[in-house]
């Protein structure tokens, strides 16, 4: 019976050992599957970051050509600011020049200091704008302040003539 009782317990102890070793590799098993889910995971991940890669390429092939087709509309914009630019100041300056002797002739007429005035700010813009005048223009500027005789007007036919010494008719009626 002592026998039997040493079976028994070398049995228990074999069958404990085999729990044991069984419990340690179902541990192992578990840890494979993760492992394996873990792999699957990477495989699934590396997928879609190659598809992502190919949408930056494609982005970045876009920007490149949206970058260039920007560049050549800046280049074809300035050229066309550099004519119409062009064009606007040489019609503008006609229209600044006509503008202003209209406002010299009108001028005349007004008082001496109001004239000495408008002389002045006109000078001091043509100055600080650096622009050149033509000589016409000049020389109205330049007798804008001059004394004038008062205008001699008389009546014919019911219009009202002025004349001045400057041999300029303005006619009133």
Do not use: C, W
Not at 21 to 40: G, N, P, S, V
Not at 122 to 147: G, V
Not at 148 to 170: F, S
């Amino acid at each position: 019976m002592k026998d039997t009782e040493l079976y028994r317990e070398i049995a228990r102890g074999l069958r404990r050992e085999l729990v044991q070793e069984q419990e340690r590799l179902t541990d192992e098993a578990k840890q494979l599957e993760e492992r394996m889910q873990l792999m699957d995971a990477v495989d699934g991940l590396l997928e879609e970051n190659g598809m992502q890669r190919d949408v930056i390429d494609n982005l970045q092939q876009q920007l490149a050509d949206e970058k260039q087709r920007r560049v050549d509309l800046e280049t074809m914009m300035n050229e066309m600011s550099k004519l119409s630019a062009g064009m606007a100041k040489k019609a503008s300056q006609d229209d600044f020049h006509k503008a202003l002797r209209i406002y010299l002739n009108v001028s005349k007429r007004k008082t001496i200091g109001k004239r000495e005035a408008a002389k002045n700010v006109i000078t001091d813009l043509m100055t600080s704008a650096k622009l050149e005048l033509p000589d016409d223009i000049m020389e109205l500027l330049e007798h804008l302040d001059d004394e004038q005789t008062e205008p001699k007007t008389v009546a014919v036919n019911g219009n009202y003539i002025e004349a001045h010494d400057n041999k300029e008719l303005r006619i009133n009626g």
